[in-house]
């Protein structure tokens, strides 16, 4: 069973690609940068990816924080206003082989526009 509402799976697999990550350097700046991502089924996970990942500051900074937050959203309708999103933070790993990824472990969820309610809860 996933960590996520059957609302929130939909809006996960529905085709959006891009996200905007948040980690912590390390002399406690926040960094947030777009990313492609993924949600694995198989593991009820977010992944993400980038070309030479390995390399970027957002990979270093999860490898020595062990943690990372990410926001997934698009804007639904401009009249009326209709923003939709999710935003999971949990703990992160830095996986280098055999394709650099950032795993995304869900602990909080928080989503939006989905359904008649925004939606907050921790899930560890």
Known sequence: MSV???????YLTGGRQLGRI???GADGTPHVVPVG???NAA??????GGNELHR??????????????IVI?????TD????????VRGRAEAIELPT?????????IISWGLGPSRSARTVT
């Open 4 to 10: 996520f509402t059957d609302a929130e799976l939909r």
């Open 22 to 24: 948040a980690t912590v």
């Open 37 to 39: 991502w993924i949600y």
């Open 43 to 48: 593991r009820d996970t977010i992944d993400v």
């Open 56 to 69: 970027s500051k957002k990979f270093r900074d999860v490898a020595r924080t062990r943690r990372a937050a």
């Open 73 to 77: 959203d698009d804007v639904e309708s």
């Open 80 to 87: 009326p206003w209709r923003p939709r999103a999710i935003e």
């Open 100 to 108: 650099p990824l950032i795993r995304i472990h869900p602990e909080r």
